[in-house]
Each structure stands twice: as C-alpha cells, then as structure tokens.
C-alpha cells in the first residue's frame, strides 16, 4: 500500500520563520502530514515572500517575490500548502492583484522573466478542514485532546481583508475550532480572537506589542484557556517569547503556553511529543501535557 494518500499531495512552502524562529511549525507540520499519509514536499529553490517589510517599500519588489515563488511551485505536484499566516497573505494577496491588473501582472513576468502560473495557494487549515476532511480527521486521532480548553487565536491575517484569503468568514471564522475540536479538545470563546498582537513592532515599538499581546493573554485567561493555538510565526514570538516581559509590565501570572496548531494536531495524531519542537516553546507546556495526561 502506498505510504501517502495519492489524492492529497502537496507543494510545500515553508517560508524563512519556519526554517529559523519558528522550526518547530515546520517539523510538527511535516510530522503531522507524514502521520495523515499526505503528501508533501519542499518547494525548490524557494525564497523570502517579502513577509511584512517588502510591501511596504516597493509594491512591484513585493509581487515579484511571491510571483516567483509560484513559479518554482509549478514544479511540484499538487496545490502549493502554506503554514505561515503572513507568507499565506502575501502569496494570496499577489494572485488576487495579478489577476485584477493585466498591466501590473506585465511587469511582474518582466521581472521574475517567467509567467505566473494559477496555481491554488491552500492554508494548512483549509486542506485539514476541506481536503483530508474533519470526519477523517477525527478518525486519525491516536491521543485525545480531551480536558484540554484551547483559546484559537487568528490573529490579522488569516481572514483579513475578506477578499484574499477566502479561507473562512472574515469576521466570525470557525474553522481553527472545527480542526482542534476534531482531536477532542475544547475550545473556548474569548474575546480577542481576531486582535492584532502587535506583528513586527515588536522591534521597533514594543510597548505597543506589550500592550496589545498583553490584552490577549488577559482575554484568554479570562476564558479559562489552558493554552493558546497560533497558526503564524511572529504572533508566537509575540505571545510566547515576550510573556514573560508581559508578566513583569502587568504584574500578572499567565504561564500559558502557546501551540502551533500543527504541534497539538501531530500529538493528537501520534507523533511523538520529543517530535514537536515543544522544548522550543519558552513558555514550556510540558506541565500542562502531564496534568492533561497527554505525555
């Protein structure tokens, strides 16, 4: 029998943060897609979608990037799978400028000396939810996540702006919940679900990241979540690697870890916890694992 489900094979984009900062998405990703037998494999040659920083100072600089991007994604099988919030939002936010834009997409395929292929560009969560199918999902389970309350954190870029991602309703979105809910955790409803953490100010203005990174802890904790659940590289920096700063500015106690998504989904599926890039995390969760009886 074939080792990956023929049907489900995907180009795979990484992005810089997840072969850096954020390893361990990348490894849980690969080991959840490895233990679901879907297939996955590495875009060539791939390189930075200009993240934050590029559309801010050349709009054709930024195409480019991603343009190129799905260029070298037309040369694996299969739709192009995303994990980062913000590389998902760049890569989509070029399709849908392209495509509204005949001119501009002109002096993109000048650039990059190539044509930009419609290839379909798929959040993990989209392919969890749509593709593989929560039923299944739930049938992949090895390890409930029963007794674990996950506060789901969207953060800006997931559903927002309404025409790009099209991956969920943009201001009442449910699919992170339907996903984790497969496993048999619990989700809880809070408040800043959809609030913006600060993203890349956490260098350059980060009393506001405190401030703003603060108010979601608050929210979660306040909803009696056990941990939060991410699905973007710099919203983890923000809420896990600056908790404790947030700790000492507000004289408040939260020690809640915060999960890639990928991370609880790849436990609940059977992939080893010493697999997870959970001795990463600078919030440890490894107590919290042990009380739930998920170590």
Same mark, same amino acid.
């Given at each position: 029998?074939?080792? *990956?489900?023929?049907?489900?094979?995907?180009?795979?984009?990484?992005?810089?943060?997840?072969?850096?900062?954020?390893?361990?998405? &990348?490894?849980?990703?690969?080991?959840?897609?490895?233990?679901?037998?879907?297939?996955?494999?590495?875009?060539?040659?791939?390189?930075?979608?200009?993240? *934050?920083?590029?559309?801010?100072?050349?709009?054709?600089?930024?195409?480019?990037? /991603?343009?190129?991007?799905?260029?070298?994604?037309?040369?694996?099988?299969? &739709?192009?799978?995303?994990?980062?919030?913000? /590389?998902?939002?760049?890569?989509? *936010?070029?399709?849908?400028?392209?495509?509204?834009?005949?001119?501009?997409?002109?002096?993109?395929?000048?650039?990059?000396?190539?044509?930009?292929?419609?290839?379909?560009?798929?959040?993990?969560?989209?392919?969890?939810?749509? &593709?593989?199918?929560?039923?299944?999902?739930?049938?992949?389970?090895?390890?409930?996540?029963?007794?674990?309350?996950?506060?789901?954190?969207?953060? /800006?870029?997931?559903?927002?702006?309404?025409?790009?991602?099209?991956? &969920?309703?943009?201001?009442?979105?449910?699919?992170?919940?339907?996903?984790?809910?497969?496993?048999?955790?619990?989700?809880?409803?809070?408040?800043?679900?959809?609030?913006? /953490?600060?993203?890349?100010?956490?260098?350059?203005?980060?009393?506001?990241?405190?401030?703003?990174?603060?108010?979601?802890?608050?929210?979660?904790?306040?909803?009696?979540?056990?941990?939060?659940?991410?699905?973007?590289?710099?919203?983890?920096?923000?809420?896990?690697?600056?908790?404790?700063?947030?700790?000492?500015?507000?004289? *408040?106690?939260?020690?809640?870890?915060?999960?890639?998504?990928?991370?609880?989904?790849?436990?609940?599926?059977?992939?080893?916890?010493?697999?997870?890039?959970?001795?990463?995390?600078?919030?440890?969760?490894?107590?919290?694992?042990?009380?739930?009886?998920?170590?």
């Amino acid at each position: 029998m074939n080792s *990956t489900n023929s049907k489900l094979t995907y180009s795979y984009y990484p992005g810089c943060s997840l072969h850096a900062s954020g390893k361990e998405y &990348d490894i849980s990703t690969r080991g959840l897609f490895k233990a679901l037998k879907i297939g996955l494999k590495e875009v060539p040659d791939w390189l930075c979608c200009g993240a *934050t920083p590029a559309h801010n100072v050349d709009e054709l600089l930024s195409l480019s990037l /991603c343009a190129k991007n799905l260029s070298l994604a037309d040369e694996v099988k299969g &739709d192009l799978a995303v994990a980062c919030a913000a /590389c998902f939002s760049r890569l989509k *936010t070029t399709q849908h400028r392209l495509a509204d834009n005949p001119e501009k997409r002109k002096q993109v395929e000048h650039a990059i000396a190539g044509s930009v292929p419609e290839k379909k560009v798929k959040h993990l969560l989209e392919i969890l939810a749509k &593709d593989y199918g929560l039923e299944q999902l739930q049938e992949a389970v090895q390890k409930p996540l029963s007794g674990l309350k996950v506060a789901c954190y969207y953060g /800006c870029l997931l559903t927002r702006p309404p025409e790009v991602p099209e991956l &969920d309703c943009t201001e009442a979105p449910t699919i992170m919940e339907r996903v984790i809910g497969a496993t048999g955790a619990e989700t809880v409803a809070w408040s800043h679900r959809l609030e913006c /953490c600060g993203a890349n100010f956490t260098l350059s203005r980060p009393g506001v990241v405190l401030k703003l990174s603060g108010d979601i802890l608050a929210s979660a904790k306040a909803a009696g979540a056990d941990c939060l659940m991410v699905a973007c590289p710099l919203c983890h920096g923000n809420l896990d690697i600056r908790q404790k700063e947030i700790e000492e500015a507000t004289g *408040t106690r939260y020690n809640m870890p915060v999960f890639y998504m990928t991370q609880l989904l790849a436990l609940a599926a059977g992939v080893p916890a010493a697999k997870l890039g959970f001795d990463s995390m600078m919030v440890s969760p490894l107590p919290l694992l042990k009380e739930k009886n998920l170590l």
